[in-house]
């Protein structure tokens, strides 16, 4: 696979670090890559768009789902998490999540994460929707991702891993085979670096979260604008499943015309009881699936529209008000205080919900060892797409398989340094040309993208939808380049236009994506073809980008994913001497 020579335009790299390894994120994915590399005597280096703690894990309420109760095993989450993904998992993938994610879990405990307990003093579990079993560890009632991130940064700045906080990766470093060698990267204000620099190292690990961001809203931070999805595919990475986007069923609605992140309620509400209700105090998910409120999150979404649809409403309710103070306050205290913060208090009205955009269940196409279609590039966390999710992401399983992945993503890196696959010396990358190959899009385009992602490519679709957003996303892009190969002009390079410009590249794959896949399946809800067509479908989408900036999009031939690498030939036989 080689790259395809677009670059974001930014000026050349004024400074540079080496390194063996640069992780790009600060989740739990990239925190676990960076300890297990920095355990191993790797140099690495964090790159970070915020500050440490400031990634999507932090805002995970729920908790992570592993086979750690007793009766509970690994084989039975396989069985939900292959339900849930409506028959697209690639089934070695998910029995390498729940078979290595209980050891995982302990040794994230070991590392300092602390989840609540029960009064005999185990882990205490609670269920979430598609989970037949009471398998979710939580910490601190719903702030689980924040407990999470805790303890990793703290034990990523007690062992010393250099970081870069504040920085935006702009693009991938090549050398001369196409192999990894670093990436370009820009420091917004002051501070040891600033401006355009360079981490030069011949192992990147992408785990730069999520980009619900191209929607309206969202219950993604504001710097999920798939930054590392866009640059995978400027890199000439595979990309697939990107038209299962999970819009989370129960998102506090803030009114019609809210726009960014939105409050999350959590699914674990549900699992300890909460009721959908209409406005008239009916529960219609009784009897729509046989979990009813905790059915896999496309079905409740699904289920609150189709409500919404009949009754002409803007939103649905839930309804925790037999919980009662005391367990709101202890239980979910961080839900508490984002409903009462906007007017609403659980405890005595129906919180009112609607889906928004959650989670990406496809990103950058990896293998088992978390390895991209480039060599020396790696990726894991939501930006990637190990096969696990399928068509729809098993409620709290995003947090396991971060862990998981990025635990053989460090064992593969430290596997391949030492036999010599990966150069021990940090690699020479091309020259940067300084030439604008990719048009920058104003800063307010964003917001024009995400209106048409939200009203073509949202909860519902159809082939008029998708195709009238198609054509809108081109227009924008065809302007934008029009501009730069007509007089020379784009925008000027910053974070704005630089996430502007990534939002336009992950928004295009998208939706050629959905419109090829005429069916409904998992979270991908075609109103034109409302029904599963396993005979055509039951396989997956996978695109990369051109160098003249078109999209190849192709299928697999089945649910699992062919390999990222061509297989290493045979060792010749030694002849006698």
Same mark, same amino acid.
Request: hydrophobic share 40%; proline share 5%.
């Given at each position: 696979?080689?790259?395809?020579?677009?670059?974001?335009?930014?000026?050349?790299?004024?400074?540079?670090?080496?390194?063996? &390894?640069?992780?790009?994120?600060?989740?739990?994915? /990239? %925190?676990?890559?960076?300890?297990?590399?920095?355990?191993?005597?790797?140099?690495?280096?964090?790159?970070?768009?915020?500050?440490?703690?400031?990634?999507?894990?932090?805002?995970?309420?729920?908790?992570?789902?592993?086979?750690?109760?007793? @009766?509970?095993?690994?084989?039975?989450?396989?069985?939900?998490?292959?339900?849930?993904?409506?028959?697209?998992?690639?089934?070695?993938?998910?029995?390498?999540?729940?078979?290595?994610?209980?050891?995982?879990?302990?040794?994230?405990?070991?590392?300092?994460?602390?989840?609540?307990?029960?009064?005999?003093?185990?882990?205490?579990?609670?269920?979430?929707?598609?989970?037949?079993?009471?398998?979710?560890? #939580?910490? @601190? @009632?719903?702030?689980?991702?924040?407990?999470?991130?805790?303890?990793?940064?703290?034990?990523?700045?007690?062992?010393?891993?250099?970081?870069?906080?504040?920085?935006?990766?702009?693009?991938?470093?090549?050398?001369?085979?196409? #192999?990894?060698?670093?990436?370009?990267? #820009?420091?917004?204000?002051?501070?040891?670096?600033?401006?355009?620099?360079? &981490? #030069?190292?011949?192992?990147?690990?992408?785990?730069?979260?999520?980009?619900?961001? &191209?929607?309206?809203?969202?219950?993604?931070?504001?710097?999920?604008?798939?930054?590392?999805?866009?640059?995978?595919?400027?890199?000439?990475?595979?990309?697939?499943?990107?038209?299962?986007?999970?819009?989370?069923?129960?998102?506090?609605?803030?009114?019609?015309?809210?726009?960014?992140?939105?409050?999350?309620?959590?699914?674990? &509400?549900?699992?300890?009881?909460?009721?959908?209700?209409?406005?008239? /105090?009916?529960?219609? $998910?009784?009897?729509?699936?046989?979990?009813?409120?905790?059915?896999?999150?496309?079905?409740?979404?699904?289920?609150?529209?189709?409500?919404?649809?009949?009754?002409?409403?803007?939103?649905?309710?839930?309804?925790?008000?037999?919980? *009662?103070?005391? $367990?709101?306050?202890?239980?979910?205290?961080?839900?508490?205080?984002?409903?009462?913060?906007?007017?609403?208090?659980?405890?005595?009205?129906?919180?009112?919900?609607?889906?928004?955009?959650?989670?990406?269940?496809?990103?950058?196409?990896?293998?088992?060892?978390?390895?991209?279609?480039?060599?020396?590039?790696?990726?894991?966390?939501?930006?990637?797409?190990?096969?696990?999710?399928?068509?729809?992401?098993?409620?709290?399983?995003?947090? %396991?398989?971060?862990?998981?992945?990025?635990?053989?993503?460090?064992?593969?890196?430290?596997?391949?340094?030492?036999?010599?696959?990966?150069?021990?010396?940090?690699?020479?990358?091309?020259?940067?040309?300084?030439?604008?190959?990719?048009?920058?899009?104003?800063?307010?385009?964003?917001?024009?993208?995400?209106?048409? $992602?939200?009203?073509?490519?949202?909860?519902?679709?159809?082939?008029?939808?998708?195709?009238?957003?198609?054509?809108?996303?081109?227009?924008?892009?065809?302007?934008?380049? @029009?501009?730069?190969?007509?007089?020379?002009?784009?925008?000027?390079?910053?974070?704005?236009?630089?996430?502007?410009?990534?939002?336009?590249?992950?928004?295009?794959?998208?939706?050629?994506?959905?419109? $090829?896949?005429?069916?409904?399946?998992?979270?991908?809800?075609?109103?034109?073809?409302?029904?599963?067509?396993?005979?055509?479908?039951?396989?997956?989408?996978?695109?990369?980008?051109?160098?003249?900036?078109?999209?190849?999009?192709?299928?697999?031939?089945?649910? *699992?994913?062919?390999?990222?690498?061509?297989?290493?030939?045979?060792?010749?036989?030694?002849?006698?001497?």
């Amino acid at each position: 696979m080689t790259g395809t020579g677009i670059r974001l335009h930014a000026p050349a790299p004024g400074w540079s670090v080496d390194a063996d &390894v640069v992780i790009v994120g600060s989740g739990v994915a /990239g %925190l676990t890559a960076a300890l297990r590399c920095q355990d191993a005597g790797l140099s690495t280096v964090v790159v970070t768009k915020a500050r440490l703690d400031d990634g999507s894990t932090r805002w995970a309420q729920g908790g992570i789902a592993a086979a750690l109760g007793e @009766g509970d095993t690994p084989a039975q989450h396989l069985d939900d998490t292959l339900v849930a993904g409506a028959g697209l998992c690639d089934e070695e993938a998910v029995r390498i999540l729940v078979t290595e994610g209980p050891a995982a879990v302990r040794r994230l405990m070991d590392t300092g994460a602390r989840f609540d307990t029960d009064d005999a003093g185990g882990i205490h579990l609670t269920r979430e929707g598609g989970h037949h079993r009471r398998r979710i560890a #939580h910490a @601190g @009632g719903d702030a689980t991702g924040a407990e999470i991130s805790r303890a990793l940064v703290e034990a990523v700045r007690a062992r010393g891993v250099r970081t870069i906080e504040h920085a935006l990766v702009l693009d991938l470093l090549t050398d001369a085979e196409g #192999h990894a060698a670093g990436v370009t990267l #820009h420091v917004m204000g002051e501070g040891r670096h600033d401006g355009v620099g360079a &981490v #030069h190292a011949p192992a990147v690990v992408l785990a730069t979260g999520g980009m619900g961001q &191209v929607f309206s809203a969202t219950t993604n931070p504001s710097v999920s604008t798939g930054d590392g999805v866009a640059l995978a595919l400027r890199a000439g990475a595979e990309v697939a499943d990107l038209e299962f986007v999970q819009f989370h069923p129960t998102v506090l609605f803030l009114g019609a015309d809210a726009e960014g992140q939105q409050p999350l309620v959590s699914e674990a &509400v549900r699992g300890e009881g909460a009721h959908l209700v209409d406005a008239d /105090g009916v529960r219609f $998910m009784a009897g729509r699936h046989e979990l009813a409120e905790l059915a896999p999150r496309d079905v409740v979404a699904k289920g609150i529209l189709r409500r919404m649809l009949e009754q002409d409403a803007e939103h649905m309710y839930l309804d925790a008000r037999h919980f *009662g103070a005391a $367990m709101w306050e202890q239980r979910f205290p961080t839900i508490l205080a984002a409903c009462r913060a906007h007017g609403i208090d659980p405890v005595t009205e129906p919180v009112p919900v609607a889906p928004a955009a959650h989670y990406a269940s496809g990103g950058v196409r990896t293998d088992s060892r978390g390895r991209t279609t480039v060599p020396g590039l790696y990726a894991c966390g939501e930006v990637a797409c190990t096969g696990v999710h399928g068509a729809n992401r098993l409620a709290s399983n995003s947090l %396991l398989e971060g862990l998981v992945y990025a635990e053989r993503i460090a064992a593969d890196i430290v596997r391949e340094r030492a036999d010599g696959t990966l150069a021990p010396r940090v690699p020479r990358p091309l020259p940067h040309t300084g030439r604008p190959a990719e048009p920058l899009l104003a800063p307010e385009t964003r917001f024009a993208i995400q209106r048409i $992602m939200t009203e073509g490519a949202g909860v519902l679709r159809s082939d008029a939808s998708l195709a009238t957003a198609a054509d809108r996303l081109e227009r924008l892009h065809a302007e934008a380049l @029009g501009a730069l190969e007509e007089d020379g002009k784009t925008a000027e390079p910053g974070v704005d236009t630089w996430e502007a410009t990534n939002l336009l590249c992950v928004a295009r794959v998208l939706v050629a994506a959905a419109r $090829m896949r005429t069916e409904t399946r998992g979270c991908h809800w075609r109103e034109d073809h409302a029904d599963r067509d396993d005979a055509r479908w039951r396989r997956h989408i996978v695109v990369r980008l051109n160098p003249d900036r078109s999209l190849a999009v192709h299928t697999t031939d089945s649910a *699992g994913f062919p390999p990222t690498r061509p297989k290493a030939p045979a060792p010749r036989p030694r002849q006698e001497q």
